[in-house]
């Protein structure tokens, strides 16, 4: 996925908001400038002050697709997904309500989506990608962290994290993911409101190396369209 690793640089992949949307995503179970070339920044447990508001990477250039399969309405945003995916209503633990969508090939929850349109962050969604690239770089199950500044059709305020992390699914078993994720805001020329502190969290999910730009859950992650 979009992972940022420093000597090989490859596709692959703090508040209780924040919290809860990473709860959700784990419930059952320096760019180059080209998106096929990211670098990874090497795994670090480095002070969470240290983390500045504005990204610390510059814009990975993702840019949206248009893949095979079937769109669908999801959280009030539209993505089209392969023919068998698995959508399932879920909840956060603060009750913000997301989806979880299963890919046809997932073994054991994963590949998948997460998508969560939240009403209020609390503060703008620099701020919460901010706070969520803190929380992942002080979890000890994360590594190669790296938070970019991105640009996406109908909003102004894009963020993308990429990750890897290590779960430990039983004593003697560590299931390894890659995974990123979207802050995306909705247009300042949606609804008459101020706005600035709503919009959506996708998360794309897969085991380590298949989060990448030639597999389904990055086509259909990347196929995200906000409303108008």
């Known amino acids: 996925m979009l992972i940022y690793r420093r000597h090989a640089m490859i596709f692959v992949g703090a508040t209780a908001l924040a919290s809860s949307i990473t709860a959700c995503m784990r419930s059952d179970s320096q760019g180059s400038g080209n998106p096929s070339s990211l670098a990874t920044v090497a795994p670090s447990r480095r002070p969470v002050t240290s983390i500045s508001a504005e990204p610390e990477y510059d814009s990975r250039h993702v840019t949206p697709v248009t893949p095979?399969?079937?769109?669908?309405?999801?959280?009030g945003a539209k993505l089209i997904l392969p023919i068998g995916s698995k959508e399932t209503r879920?909840?956060?633990?603060?009750?913000?309500?997301?989806?979880?969508?299963?890919?046809?090939?997932?073994?054991?929850?994963?590949?998948?989506?997460?998508?969560?349109?939240?009403?209020?962050?609390?503060?703008?969604?620099?701020e919460e990608s901010q706070s969520q690239e803190a929380?992942?770089?002080?979890?000890?199950?994360?590594?190669?962290?790296?938070?970019?500044?991105?640009?996406?059709?109908?909003?102004?305020?894009?963020?993308?994290?990429?990750?890897?992390m290590s779960i430990k699914v039983s004593d003697s078993?560590?299931?390894?993911?890659?995974?990123?994720?979207?802050?995306?805001?909705?247009?300042?020329?949606?609804?008459?409101?101020d706005r600035s502190d709503h919009g959506w969290v996708l998360y794309a999910t897969a085991p380590s190396?298949?989060?990448?730009?030639?597999?389904?859950?990055?086509?259909?992650?990347?196929s995200i369209v906000l409303p108008s």
């Open 68 to 75: 095979k399969g079937e769109e669908k309405e999801v959280e």
């Open 209 to 222: 190396g298949q989060l990448n730009e030639n597999s389904d859950v990055w086509k259909s992650a990347f």
């Open 135 to 164: 929380l992942l770089s002080a979890d000890g199950t994360n590594s190669y962290v790296a938070r970019s500044r991105e640009a996406w059709p109908g909003t102004d305020d894009a963020y993308m994290i990429t990750w890897h």
């Open 90 to 126: 879920s909840t956060t633990s603060t009750g913000l309500p997301c989806t979880i969508i299963e890919m046809p090939n997932a073994d054991k929850g994963y590949p998948r989506l997460n998508l969560i349109k939240v009403d209020s962050f609390g503060r703008t969604v620099l």
């Open 173 to 193: 078993e560590t299931q390894e993911l890659d995974a990123l994720g979207l802050w995306l805001g909705i247009s300042p020329g949606y609804g008459a409101e």
